[in-house]
Nanobody, 115 residues
């Protein structure tokens, strides 16, 4: 069983920063990749950033240059540093793990950016 718990969301003014954290626990051997997704009510979830087990990264065009995905494998943690936040970044952010052909999701953390 794999558990992912996000934290670090909240309310911030436009131009501000937040760092999201994702704590992974359980049988997490053989991780292929981890990612952050976000979802706005009424819209599909969208990929924000991803990192493979070889530390290759991929970002949505809308966050490129502002967000940084990173991990601490020793602590089983995934992070998303979000800078220069915009109101359109407001969403629920989800941590995702791709492990042995299965996909696991966290419960999400709300990020609200005020203008």
């Amino acid at each position: 069983q794999v558990q992912l718990v996000e934290s670090g969301g909240g309310l911030v003014q436009a131009g501000g920063s937040l760092r999201l954290s994702c704590a992974a626990s359980g049988s997490i051997f053989g991780i292929n990749a981890m990612a952050w997704y976000r979802q706005v009510p009424g819209k599909q979830r969208e990929l924000v950033a991803a990192m493979t087990n070889a530390d290759n990264t991929n970002y949505a065009d809308s966050v490129l240059g502002r967000f940084t995905i990173s991990r601490d494998s020793a602590k089983n943690m995934l992070y998303l540093q979000m800078n220069s936040l915009k109101p359109e970044d407001t969403a629920v952010y989800y941590c995702v793990m791709y492990l042995n052909l299965q996909t696991y999701w966290g419960q999400g953390t709300q990020v609200t950016v005020s203008s």
